[in-house]
């Protein structure tokens, strides 16, 4: 079957469904103290956590995160050896490779003083380009830093989304750019609304849209083509 171009109603409606489903009950109180999907303490937690989720779980992540014996600070990061970072990062996997990216990330931090709003101030594609030219950092996690660190309006697309929606019936681009900006034409441009819709994303791809679907309960079932 040909695979159809996802209409910004369909995309809409998607959400509104998953949105019911799964309701603001996914977020809770975010280290600025708003309503957030991703969970941390800080916005340097938020930050690491977005290098250590790449290629493994979240499960993974939290076992990481609670290795460290303080609070995360930036300098733990610029003063201690790479062994020593994979070795406190060891449960999220890839750690050496994931702390040579820490080690980069936090270098770079360090022209803004370790200071968030001075990182937030800048315009969204010149913030977005200097992350991304940082070593180990690509699309999906430049976008998630923007979005639940740095207050900037980017859709974070990652396998989850592209599983969902291609296994529905929807011609999903092969581009990154070309996906995320399909779903940020469709939806409210802001970031609670992209906080939120990522969460709603991920907790469904979690849920029933697993590597092995559960698709008897699943709430989009009758809109699916169960391309899997």
């Known amino acids: ?20 489903q799964y309701g603001e009950s996914i977020l809770r109180t975010g280290w600025r103290g708003n309503k957030s999907w991703w969970q941390a303490n800080s916005a340097l937690e938020l930050m690491v956590g977005s290098i250590l989720v790449q290629n ?3 499960k993974n992540v939290d076992q990481a995160l609670g290795r460290f014996s303080t609070p995360i600070s930036p300098q733990f990061f610029l003063t201690v050896s790479l062994e020593e970072i994979a070795e406190v990062i060891r449960p999220a996997g890839f750690q050496n490779q994931k702390a040579q990216k820490l080690k980069a990330l936090f270098e770079w931090f360090s022209t803004y003083n370790f200071d968030v709003n001075q990182v937030t101030s ?20 430049a976008d998630a830093m923007l979005v ?7 859709f974070v697309i990652d396998a989850y989304a592209r599983r969902i929606f291609t296994r529905i019936g929807f011609a999903v681009p ?8 399909m779903i940020e034409n469709a939806i409210l441009c802001d970031v609670p609304t992209y906080d ?25 079932v009758k809109y699916c083509n169960k391309n899997i």
């Open 1 to 20: 079957m040909e695979k159809n171009r996802l209409t910004n109603k369909q995309l809409a409606h998607i959400f509104d469904i998953l949105g019911a």
């Open 56 to 58: 493994t779980n979240w």
């Open 122 to 141: 800048k315009n969204k594609e010149v913030l977005r380009k200097e992350l991304l030219a940082i070593h180990g950092i690509g699309n999906e996690t």
């Open 148 to 154: 639940y660190v740095f207050n900037k309006t980017s």
């Open 174 to 181: 092969k581009s990154y750019t070309a996906f995320q900006q």
């Open 196 to 220: 939120y819709y990522h969460g709603l994303i991920v907790e469904h791809a979690k849920d029933y849209c697993t590597k092995i679907p559960k698709c008897d309960h699943c709430p989009l």
